[in-house]
């Protein structure tokens, strides 16, 4: 058990492979020694780092910024920037996660109410798909080939692949400024902010058909 410091923390990813925490905060991602604490590196970025994804098999991390509005692509062992795939399909928001197997980036967009899928090798946009306002967390099931948005505005939006195209499946009615999901072990898990008739805040447990 340790604490580090890194005022406005707004993300954090375990890298398994080298066994580093990285933290995004205002504009730097830190590196954290896994095993106690302590800081080995501070990697500067053009902008505001929200979401990010860390693809350890190709020793790279792709960082959602803002203002301006690009993914940034670090290399992991040379700790520095080496592209920035621009946005303009919509604004680029704070989640983001990725297709193992095509290595498809998801971006999700808040403000527009999108997910914008990216080419990781040229970094062009390849589609956008709309989606409720308030995408806060989004993440990709690779067993059925589907997104779960969680969107702050009051869904949870089920997305899948069909036939090459993105169509949204579902979208579950959640507590409004219910944000922040996680996906594990099959199963999705929403922290909903506390009801009117409950005591405190909670977490809610999807969990997808069986036959899927």
């Not at 059925?144 to 948005?149: C, E, G, S």
């Not at 008739?197 to 997808?208: A, F, K, L, M």
């Amino acid at each position: 058990m340790f604490s580090a410091k890194a005022a406005g923390a707004d993300n954090v990813h375990y890298h398994a492979g080298n066994r580093i925490v990285y933290v995004a905060h205002g504009t730097t991602l830190t590196e954290l020694d896994a095993q106690n604490g302590e800081s080995k590196a501070a990697i500067k970025l053009s902008g505001s780092i929200h979401g990010f994804n860390v693809d350890e098999k190709a020793g790279k991390i792709y960082a959602v910024l803002t203002k301006p509005s690009v993914v940034a692509v670090v290399d992991v062992a040379k700790r520095e920037v080496t592209d920035q795939f621009a946005m303009t399909l919509a604004d680029a928001g704070s989640p983001i996660d990725r297709d193992p197997k095509t290595g498809h980036l998801f971006v999700g967009c808040p403000k527009k109410g999108m997910i914008v899928i990216l080419d990781p090798k040229s970094g062009k946009e390849l589609a956008g798909i709309d989606i409720p306002l308030g995408i806060d967390d989004l993440h990709f099931d690779e067993h059925r080939n589907r997104l779960y948005a969680s969107c702050s505005d009051g869904n949870l939006a089920v997305l899948e692949k069909k036939n090459e195209r993105w169509i949204t499946i579902a979208k579950l009615k959640s507590p409004k400024n219910s944000r922040t999901c996680a996906w594990a072990g099959g199963k999705l898990y929403l922290g909903v902010p506390r009801q009117d008739d409950s005591d405190g805040p909670g977490i809610w447990v999807y969990e997808p058909d069986a036959s899927k």
